[in-house]
Nanobody, 123 residues
C-alpha cells in the first residue's frame, strides 16, 4: 500500500521560500511519476510539478517555472518541492501524488495521494 506523507508547510511572506517534503513508501517508484499538485479555496486542484523517479525528467506548470524545483532523494525515497520567490497566489493546500506510470499534468493520472499540507503566503 502506497503511503505519501507531506511535511514542511507553513506561513511565509511574499518573496520568501519554503521546502515541502513527501516521504514515499509502499512500492518501488523507479520509472513512475511523483508530483505536486495544489488546491486553493474555491478552485480546482492544479498541477504544479512532476518528476520521473530515477530518470530525472521534470515538468513544471508555467506559473511556477523558474521559481519552484522538484528534487528527489532516491536513498530516502523522499520528494521535495523547493519554492522560492513565493507569491500570495501560491497560497493553497499542496498535495504529493504518485502515478503507476509516467503520469501527466492531470490529477486523474495519479492513483495515490498524500493528505495535503497548507502553504500560506502573505503580502
Amino acid at each position: 500500500q502506497v503511503q505519501l506523507v507531506e511535511s514542511g508547510g507553513g506561513s511565509v511572506q511574499a518573496g520568501g521560500s519554503l521546502r515541502l517534503s513527501c516521504a514515499a513508501s509502499g512500492r518501488t517508484f523507479t520509472g513512475s511519476a511523483l508530483a505536486w499538485f495544489r488546491q486553493a479555496p474555491g478552485k480546482e486542484r492544479e498541477f504544479v510539478a512532476r518528476i520521473i523517479w530515477g530518470g530525472g525528467y521534470t515538468d513544471y506548470a508555467d506559473s511556477v517555472k523558474g521559481r519552484f524545483t522538484i528534487p528527489g532523494d532516491n536513498a530516502k525515497n523522499t520528494l521535495y518541492l523547493q519554492m522560492n520567490s513565493l507569491k500570495p497566489d501560491d497560497t493553497a493546500v499542496y498535495y504529493c501524488a504518485a502515478a503507476g506510470g509516467i503520469g501527466s499534468r492531470f490529477a486523474s493520472g495519479f492513483a495515490s495521494w498524500g493528505q495535503g499540507i497548507q502553504v500560506t503566503v502573505s503580502s
